[in-house]
């Protein structure tokens, strides 16, 4: 008798399945199924048919994803552009490593909940504006703290690459030696910090900023170096060369014409320009067209709004543009949830609906990269979350207002 209460106590407290079913499932590690999504204390424990005693939920009709993640995001650092106090993304100085973007988080934020209505859950979050940012950390978008939010932090090093260009014109505010002066100086700082962070001996003295490089340099963290041009690209890789740095490339407007030495060196690229206008030589539709010919050529690429943490709305959209320009459906659905959290390093919870994952996804009444497509619900580790927002309040509150 003893034994069959005691069995039976363990299975009260292990909690009952919850089965979802009707709907297809798309685990994004393999194709569409039609199948139950079976779910115990908050963990993905099988795409099967209900087990017997699962409490069951009908989504008949709909469309199952992981969560999307936001791989390069300003959310939580930024709220209003124009007002400084609400600015959070960089600090003052040049050489920043020891800055946490989890630290300054602000989980109360009013661009996450509307993030959240478009089925984004996730974000990695990174400073920015200096040479070497600070660091980069992984949020869930809801929560009561930033502590609840933290998925994983640190993630690693945010550098941002000096702007190489040079301005020949005669008319240049700046004398052309110069600016390659000024352009030197640019890279010779980031070579003597990580110079610096090499040389660091805690037991002579601790120094917060080498510290906080530590990780990063001896490649048990990652380095996101935000780079656009060729010039800046082919610099960064041959940095992480010399240094064997496990780098990512954040941004990336001229990746693809790299794109075999990224996959040979298995550098993969958090793409941030979809909406970039083109220069006078390229084809209008050129950056549309970069993730595909990244992914043709063996590259892991995710699809990020970049900076504009208002926009994070428009993350499906984006993945959706991409896909109308070559990317293939299964890998713009990647872009913007299993190929970011391997980015991140963060796959082995977040990123598929696979069985020991978390059982956070989002529930859509069809394709989720058609731009007509809505997100109805959406649940974290197995818990349903409200998916009402700032910007739906307002429509509400002048839709109905009344009548002079």
Known sequence: MKRLLLILLLCLAAGADEAYVGATLHPVSGPPVQTALVVRDGRIVGLSSPPAGAEVVSLQGLHVYPAMIDADSALGLVEIAAVPPAMDISEVGQV??????????????????VARSAGVLFAGVAPRGNPLSGQASVMRLIGWTREDMAVKAPVGLVVEWPDLALNRSPLAATPLEEQKENRRLAVLRIQEAIANARAYRPELGQDVKWEAMQSALKGESLVLVRAQRLDQIEAALELARKEKLRLVLLGGADAW??????????VPVIYTEMLRLPRDHEAYDLYYRAPALLAQA???VAISQGDDASNTRWLPELAGRARAH?????????????????????DDRLGSLEPGKEATFIV???????????????????REIDLDDFQKKLYRRYRDRRKP
């Open 96 to 113: 920043n490593p020891e800055l946490r973007a989890d630290i300054a988080f602000h989980p109360d934020s009013k661009l996450i909940e």
């Open 257 to 266: 014409r790299v794109a075999g030495k990224l996959a040979e060196r298995k």
């Open 298 to 300: 063996g590259v892991t």
């Open 326 to 346: 070559g990317l293939s459906s299964e890998s713009a659905l990647k872009s913007v949830t299993l190929n970011a959290a391997r980015i991140l390093g963060v």
């Open 364 to 382: 859509a009444d069809g394709d989720l990269l058609e731009a007509d497509t809505r997100v109805v619900r959406a649940f974290v580790q197995g």
